[in-house]
């Protein structure tokens, strides 16, 4: 189990990852008004680095629920591990896909830790009903 939640404590973090190429990715970052300074950017590099952080943060939540879900279930720990590991490479090709700016690619790699997050809830949900 210990290795579902280092893989919830990387997908927390993915985000900043994320903000921190938005925030190097030109010249002239202002700390003063950082949601300002995005919105003024031309740079595809920042908006797409954001764009990765915002999807980041908003993708977080669900999976840490499906871990701990999966977990209070009883699914077996090797299974969630293996859709864990999955979300977070998933959700790290979504942030390279979006800063390369291949939106299919990006849509796939979402897609892809989607399915991650939906398998743990759906387990979870069968094994308390099946108990």
């Known amino acids: 189990m210990a290795t579902a939640y280092w893989c919830v404590l990387v997908a927390a973090l993915l985000p900043y990852a994320w903000t921190a190429i938005a925030k190097t ?3 002239g970052y202002n700390n003063k008004d950082p949601r300002g300074w995005v919105t003024k950017q031309d740079s595809y590099r920042v908006r797409n680095a954001n764009g990765a952080q915002l999807n980041a943060f908003e993708a977080f939540p669900a999976f840490a629920a499906g871990v701990v879900m999966a977990q209070l279930a009883d699914i077996d720990p090797g299974r969630i591990s293996v859709l864990a590991i999955a979300f977070v ?3 790290v ?3 390279v896909f979006y800063l390369a700016g291949v939106h299919w690619l990006r849509s796939l790699a979402w ?7 939906v398998a743990l809830l759906v387990q979870a ?3 308390i009903a099946t108990t």
């Open 111 to 117: 897609l892809g830790g989607f399915a991650c997050v």
């Open 89 to 91: 490479g998933f959700r």
């Open 125 to 127: 949900a069968l094994g």
């Open 93 to 95: 090709l979504h942030g």
């Open 25 to 27: 990715g030109v010249p």
